[in-house]
């Protein structure tokens, strides 16, 4: 079992950049892939990024290709999302998620995973 809790959001200018952490307790996260899932006011939630516990491989939504990185300190404990280039579209509330597999399927399931973080607010002017 592993708990989250997010933090790193807040209101951002259009261009500017975050980044967003997760940090577990419990079983070390390295033993999980992790997520990050996002959701807009009135939207589903939708899949932004992951990284697989087996081999640290990554994949990322096709709207934040190339703008985010998700990376894993496993000495911390903690999951990070580094988001560049921010654009008003970016705009939700972002939820880091633990699966316990060494290798996601395919990774932008919700189902997928086991555990969530309560969720952290980026807001992004125009």
């Known amino acids: 079992q592993v708990q989250l809790v997010e933090s790193g959001g807040g209101l951002v200018q259009a261009g500017g950049s975050l980044r967003l952490s997760c940090a577990a307790s419990?079983?070390?996260?390295?033993?999980?892939?992790m997520g990050w899932f996002r959701q807009a006011q009135g939207k589903e939630r939708d899949f932004v990024a992951a990284i697989n516990w087996s081999d640290s491989g990554t994949r990322y939504a096709d709207s934040v290709s190339g703008r985010f990185t998700i990376s894993r300190d496993n000495a911390k404990n903690t999951v990070y999302l580094q988001m560049n280039s921010l654009k008003p579209e970016d705009t939700a509330v972002y939820y880091c998620a633990a699966a316990s597999t060494p290798y996601l399927r395919r990774g932008s399931r919700i189902n997928e995973y086991d555990y969530w973080g309560q969720g952290t607010q980026v807001t992004v002017s125009s």
């Open positions: 419990g079983r070390a996260v390295s033993s999980y892939s």
